[in-house]
């Protein structure tokens, strides 16, 4: 098999994080909303969610909700104290003028990491982070190989992977901090779902999903390609959940993704 650099052997689901929240004067209430990963490239790492995450929170702007997004630098950490978490101190929006005013910014946030409470930490990050692709076409030019599109035209697309931590389906849970030993219960879950074409240029659409419950939560969710071969399964990341609903979703492409590191650079 031809060496790609951003290809993972195994489901990297350790570079996901629960979007935790909260609010001044409630510390000891969090809540979750939405689902973010680590990524990285070289070695810049930075966590990406899905913007309507936050900025339909309590009527705030997305940077007001920003400042109250707490996210842990350990894998499902569950007693959490104030030093678990990543420090954020810059948030990076996509913006595409050719779009209608209120569709202008893309729906995804991306977070540079660029400080951490000690060396540990970083190290720690580095290995949770999936890798970022040089560029986003390999998905598109994916899509043109003629076995998948006669697959998409047959309803029976190349299969995704998604993996995040959904509201309702698992035993994820926030406790209230004061009264339960700062403790977070996280659960992940994983999905599969079958490659189509979107209405949207930015998108791509899973259908026949296997995910059985309500869809809330996996918003912000990676979503991956799987490759199976002699040397097991192999994952390169495709996009980033960000609708879903009656046994389909909906996912920012890759191209999308990296578009934000090179505005950014």
Known sequence: ??????????????????????????????????????????RDLYYITAKHCLE??????????????????EFN???IRANDYVLIDEMILLKN??????????????FPITSFKNEKQRKMLLSRAIKL??????????????LVQSNIASENGAPFTC??????????????FKDNNDT???????????????????????????WAHDLDGFSGSPVFLCHKNEHGQHYALAG????????????LKINVITQVFSNHS
């Open 184 to 210: 977070v219960t996280l659960q992940a879950a994983k999905f599969t779902g079958y490659l189509t074409i979107s209405s949207d240029e930015y998108k791509f659409k899973l259908k026949n999903i296997s």
């Open 56 to 73: 339909k929170h309590n009527k705030l702007s997305v940077s007001e909700a920003a400042a109250r997004l707490r996210v842990v630098a």
């Open 240 to 251: 980033m959940l960000v609708t879903g609903g009656a046994k389909q979703t909906h996912f």
């Open 1 to 42: 098999m031809t060496k790609i650099s951003f290809l993972h052997t195994g489901l990297p689901k350790e570079c996901i994080a629960a979007n935790i929240f909260v609010e001044p004067n409630f510390e000891d209430h969090p809540y979750i909303r939405g689902t973010g990963f680590f990524a990285k490239r070289g």
């Open 133 to 146: 692709p040089p560029t986003g076409d390999w998905v598109d030019e994916f899509v043109k190989i003629p």
């Open 97 to 110: 003028e050719s779009l209608p005013e209120d569709e202008k910014i893309a729906d995804i946030v991306v």
């Open 77 to 79: 950490k569950r007693n």
């Open 163 to 176: 993996v995040g931590y959904p509201a309702s389906g698992t035993g994820t849970d926030v406790l209230g």
